[in-house]
């Protein structure tokens, strides 16, 4: 579904520049079309702001290309913002208040680099996305919450907190679907790759205990994805479908560059199933370098050629089924939740 550039937000001229499908606001105007307005909440930090904003764009534009969608992106203030972040989001992001007032079809939280802890210490920084949360399951028809958005969502909603480890868990890991009949994962691969990168998760035993339903699996990592009790107002993702080819890999740098400012105390671990026996050598002979003293980087020009993706074709039929059903069971008029006849309580009819 075709992705429209609404703005000038610089997103959308590199994802023209890709070759993405995004349709120019002239064009848009002339289709006699119904379109389709999500809500895109961006918690992530000022380094990873604009790539997860590329990446959701990404995912939501490949995914059909059909239907206009119209992306209102948005922050909160409690992720504190440097100088030149704050200049973006004040002359590119929208503001809350407006975007809640025109109405909203759906809603995409992202995952943030924060503590879990003030969640549910009832840290006030958080209140408004406790509010975003409350406003959003009566207003759109499904909000989507990404790694820290659903340990958000399980907290405020459930009194339930993930389970912190010991050693940060990132990695590809194979997952399998386990309801094959359920309207979001029909049809898609039965078993899949995904992405994770996160210290903590919610087990399957936890989310079931919360009337949460676990859709898709790993035996290695637990559970990635999982629906609210009606099927589909909650959808939260444990893992990141929303990762490019690269991110595993600016993600492990960012780690290596920590590391030798101190940040770290040890040598950051390789993330699990990505790399291939050429990139761990280029990568075993670069931590060998970097302990012995010397001041290089990650060559990461040598390594992307050798990366494979296995998991972002799942990831957009996840997101066509997700998008496809927003459209099937969201009113035309952006001030109300559902088409006329669809119950709140089983919006898919299953």
Same mark, same amino acid.
């Given at each position: 579904?075709?992705?429209?550039?609404?703005? $000038?937000?610089?997103? /959308?001229? &590199?994802?023209?520049?890709?070759? @993405?499908?995004?349709?120019?606001?002239?064009?848009?105007?002339?289709?006699?079309?119904? *379109?389709?307005?999500?809500?895109?909440?961006?918690?992530?930090?000022? *380094?990873?702001?604009?790539?997860?904003?590329?990446?959701?764009?990404?995912?939501?534009?490949? #995914?059909?290309?059909?239907?206009?969608?119209?992306?209102?992106?948005?922050?909160?203030?409690?992720?504190?913002?440097?100088?030149?972040?704050? =200049?973006?989001?004040?002359? /590119?992001?929208?503001?809350?208040?407006?975007?809640?007032?025109?109405?909203?079809? *759906?809603?995409?939280?992202?995952?943030?680099?924060?503590?879990?802890?003030?969640?549910? $210490?009832?840290?006030?920084?958080?209140?408004?996305?406790?509010?975003?949360?409350?406003?959003?399951?009566?207003?759109?028809?499904?909000?989507?919450?990404?790694?820290?958005?659903?340990?958000?969502?399980?907290?405020?909603? %459930? =009194?339930?907190?993930?389970?912190? %480890?010991?050693? +940060?868990?990132?990695?590809?890991?194979?997952? /399998?679907?386990?309801? &094959? *009949?359920?309207?979001?994962? &029909?049809?898609?691969?039965?078993?899949?790759?995904?992405? %994770?990168?996160?210290?903590?998760?919610?087990?399957?035993?936890?989310?079931?205990?919360?009337?949460?339903?676990?859709?898709?699996? #790993?035996?290695?990592?637990?559970?990635?994805?999982?629906?609210? +009790?009606? !099927?589909?107002?909650?959808?939260?993702?444990?893992?990141?479908?929303?990762?490019?080819?690269?991110?595993?890999?600016?993600? /492990?740098? @960012?780690?290596?560059?920590?590391?030798?400012?101190?940040?770290?105390?040890?040598?950051?671990?390789?993330?699990?199933?990505?790399?291939?026996?050429?990139?761990?050598?280029?990568?075993? =002979?670069?931590?060998?370098?970097?302990?012995?003293?010397?001041?290089? =980087?990650?060559?990461?020009?040598?390594?992307?050629?050798?990366?494979?993706?296995?998991?972002?074709?799942?990831? &957009?039929?996840?997101?066509?089924?997700?998008? !496809?059903?927003?459209?099937?069971?969201?009113?035309?008029?952006?001030?109300?939740?559902?088409?006329?006849?669809?119950?709140?309580?089983?919006?898919?009819?299953?």
């Amino acid at each position: 579904m075709p992705i429209v550039k609404s703005s $000038n937000l610089p997103t /959308y001229d &590199r994802l023209i520049g890709e070759g @993405r499908n995004i349709l120019e606001l002239g064009r848009a105007n002339t289709q006699d079309i119904r *379109a389709l307005h999500i809500g895109f909440l961006n918690l992530m930090p000022d *380094a990873a702001l604009q790539a997860t904003e590329r990446q959701w764009f990404r995912l939501i534009g490949e #995914s059909n290309r059909v239907t206009q969608i119209y992306i209102h992106p948005f922050t909160l203030p409690v992720i504190k913002r440097g100088e030149k972040a704050a =200049d973006y989001l004040n002359e /590119y992001y929208e503001d809350w208040d407006t975007i809640k007032n025109k109405g909203l079809d *759906a809603l995409i939280v992202t995952g943030a680099n924060m503590p879990v802890e003030g969640l549910l $210490n009832g840290d006030e920084g958080w209140n408004d996305l406790r509010e975003i949360y409350q406003w959003a399951y009566d207003n759109v028809c499904s909000t989507i919450c990404s790694c820290f958005a659903s340990y958000a969502l399980m907290a405020f909603n %459930h =009194d339930v907190s993930p389970i912190i %480890h010991d050693a +940060k868990q990132w990695g590809v890991y194979p997952h /399998y679907v386990l309801d &094959r *009949a359920h309207p979001l994962t &029909r049809g898609i691969n039965t078993k899949m790759d995904v992405c %994770h990168s996160r210290w903590g998760g919610i087990t399957k035993d936890q989310y079931e205990s919360a009337a949460m339903t676990p859709l898709i699996e #790993s035996r290695d990592i637990g559970v990635h994805m999982s629906v609210s +009790k009606d !099927g589909f107002r909650h959808v939260c993702f444990q893992g990141h479908p929303e990762y490019d080819t690269t991110s595993l890999l600016k993600e /492990y740098r @960012r780690e290596i560059t920590r590391f030798k400012e101190g940040e770290l105390d040890e040598y950051p671990p390789i993330p699990t199933h990505y790399f291939g026996p050429k990139s761990q050598a280029i990568i075993e =002979d670069t931590k060998k370098r970097i302990l012995n003293g010397e001041d290089i =980087d990650l060559p990461e020009q040598e390594i992307e050629p050798l990366l494979e993706n296995t998991w972002t074709d799942s990831a &957009r039929s996840i997101m066509a089924n997700w998008v !496809g059903h927003v459209y099937q069971t969201t009113h035309v008029d952006r001030q109300k939740q559902f088409m006329d006849g669809i119950d709140p309580n089983n919006p898919l009819g299953i």
